[in-house]
Structures are given as C-alpha cells and as structure tokens.
C-alpha cells in the first residue's frame, strides 16, 4: 500500500493514542487532503478527520489530526470502549484516484 | 438525513457480471461527485471509480479499469457499477459514497463474491 499504517495498537480508558500513516507519494506531502475513518466490527467506514484536521459535524473533540512531512496522524484521546474498531487513513491524489491505508486495529483494554 | 443504499450483488461464477446499484436520497445528488469503494476479505480497502455530477469525468482503478464501467441516473438519484469480466479478486463488500476527494457518507455495503 502507498500508505502505510501500524496493523495493531492497543490502549487503556482514558488514555491517548496515536495512529501513523506515511505515504510514499509526492503529492501526499505536499497536499493537505488526508481523512482517516473509522469503522466499527461489522458496521461501514465513517469519517472522523477531513483535510487533515478538521473534524466533520457530530464527531468528538476527542479525535484530531495532523500532518509532517510523509506521516499524518490521528490522535485519539480519552480512550473509550466504543472507539474499538479499524482506523482507515486515505489520501486524495493528483491522479484523481483515491488511496487507503491498511488499516490499524484498535483495542481498548 | 443522507442515505445510501446499495443492491444487486450476490455470487456469480467467474468471468459472469453484476449491476450494483446505489439508491440515494437526503442530498442534491446531482451537484455530487459519487464514488465506490470496495472491501476485501482481508478489511483492506480499495477504492474503485469516481464519477462526477454530469457523468462527463470518470476515472478508474487500473485493477477494474477495462471490465467496470460506473453510471449515474441523476433523475432517479442513482449510481451503478455494472462488472464485468469477474474474478475471485473481485469478491468483497461494495460501498457507495458521496463525493470523491472525502467520501464522507458511506451505504451500508453489499456483498460480491465470485466463486466456482
């Protein structure tokens, strides 16, 4: 994959994780059209982070993004239950194609 | 609110086709970009076309690109994704998703799967 994610991280309630995703393309450095989503065992994806940081409507203040260089990274902080699931980052290309990420499996212990 | 929802999929023999549809509703979908995304067995993501509100541009992943063809309907707020040609490779849950640069609304997924 032209993104690369950690397979796994596990957290405890209450505590701050952070997931990384490093592209291996030129225009994912330079562009800001990074989204990670989230998707809950058995449900869809849904999106939780847009154009880097910015978080759509509805979504916690508990989840944000940033981005250096080739990494991007979604920051959740005060770990709940409900945020176990599989964390998708995907990036926008100036071939108007869209790439994912593998994936990271959240546990919260 | 935004809805999406997908059908036409199921399991068909190697080298058959499918329609997919996606009903939509709760948006203008004829100012929308309009992707699909698909899911393999192993959770990993793939996306497959976009097309844009007046089906005049329309892009392909190289891995579907000669054998999936997408349209959209917008008098009857719906997008399709006819296969072609398929494969084993093929087999995953379809999403549909509105708008292509940020797919921010996804359906709820349909099954494909390709098997002898």
């Known amino acids: 994959s032209a993104l690369t994610q950690p397979a796994s991280l596990s957290g405890s309630p209450g505590e701050s994780i952070t997931i990384s995703c490093t592209g291996a393309?030129?225009?994912?450095?330079?562009?800001?059209?990074v989204s990670w989503y989230f998707q809950p065992p058995a449900r869809a994806p849904q999106l939780v982070i847009y154009d880097v940081s910015f978080r759509p409507s509805g979504v916690s203040s508990r989840f944000s993004g940033s981005k250096s260089g080739v990494t991007a990274s979604l920051t959740i902080s005060g770990l709940r239950t409900e945020d176990e699931g599989t964390y998708f980052c995907?990036?926008?290309?100036?071939?108007?194609?869209?790439?994912f990420g593998g994936g990271t499996t959240l546990t919260v212990l | 609110q935004v809805q999406l929802v997908e059908s036409g999929g199921g399991s068909v023999r190697p080298g058959g086709s499918l329609k997919l549809s996606c009903a939509a509703s709760?948006?203008?979908?004829?100012?929308?970009?309009m992707t699909w995304i698909r899911q393999t067995p192993g959770k990993r993501l793939e996306w497959i076309a976009n097309?844009?509100?007046?089906?005049?541009?329309?892009f392909y992943s190289e891995s579907v690109k000669g054998r999936f063809t997408i349209s959209r309907d917008n008098t009857k707020n719906s997008l399709f994704l006819q296969m072609n040609s398929l494969t084993a490779e093929d087999t995953a849950i379809y999403y549909c998703?509105?708008?292509?640069?940020?797919?921010?609304?996804w359906g709820q997924g349909i099954l494909v799967s390709v098997s002898s």
């Open positions: 709760g948006f203008p979908f004829n100012t929308y970009f």
């Open positions: 393309t030129h225009d994912f450095s330079i562009h800001n059209y």
């Open positions: 995907s990036s926008y290309t100036d071939s108007d194609t869209l790439l």
């Open positions: 998703a509105r708008d292509s640069t940020v797919p921010q609304d």
């Open positions: 097309i844009n509100p007046s089906a005049s541009s329309i």
